[in-house]
Nanobody
Framework: EVQLQASGGGLVQPGGSLRLSCAAS????????IGWFRQAPGKEREGVSCISSRGGNSYYADSVKGRFTISRDNAKNTVYLQMNSLKPEDTAVYYC???????????????????????WGQGTLVTVSS
């Protein structure tokens, strides 16, 4: 059974930082690209970032480029999202997810090209507020 569990959210002031973690199990982790998406109250889901299966490639939505960094540790079956210079508009529940294991489908999801996520777990709430 594929399981993805995001953690690390919390309340942070504008300009602050958080690091989210995504613990994965139930599949061959280093065969899968992993992505992050977020959903704010009353808003549509927004793809944020993705990373290829071995970590050699990463991709970011324009809204987070230069502020967020995705990474992974395949020995720990974990993906991270380092979020710096946080803004109130980053407030959302953040989820880690897969799209058939494909890095390119995750890119398509970020760009709104119709790709769908197939697995995601419970998200973690990030609130950016003073």
């Amino acid at each position: 059974e594929v399981q993805l569990q995001a953690s690390g959210g919390g309340l942070v002031q504008p300009g602050g930082s958080l690091r989210l973690s995504c613990a994965a199990s139930g599949f061959t982790f280093d065969d899968y690209a992993i992505g992050w998406f977020r959903q704010a109250p009353g808003k549509e889901r927004e793809g944020v970032s993705c990373i290829s299966s071995r970590g050699g490639n990463s991709y970011y939505a324009d809204s987070v480029k230069g502020r967020f960094t995705i990474s992974r540790d395949n020995a720990k079956n974990t993906v991270y999202l380092q979020m710096n210079s946080l803004k109130p508009e980053d407030t959302a529940v953040y989820y880690c997810a897969t799209a058939g294991g494909s890095y390119f489908l995750l890119q398509d999801a970020i760009e709104g090209r119709g790709a769908e996520y197939d697995y995601w777990g419970q998200g973690t709430l990030v609130t950016v507020s003073s």
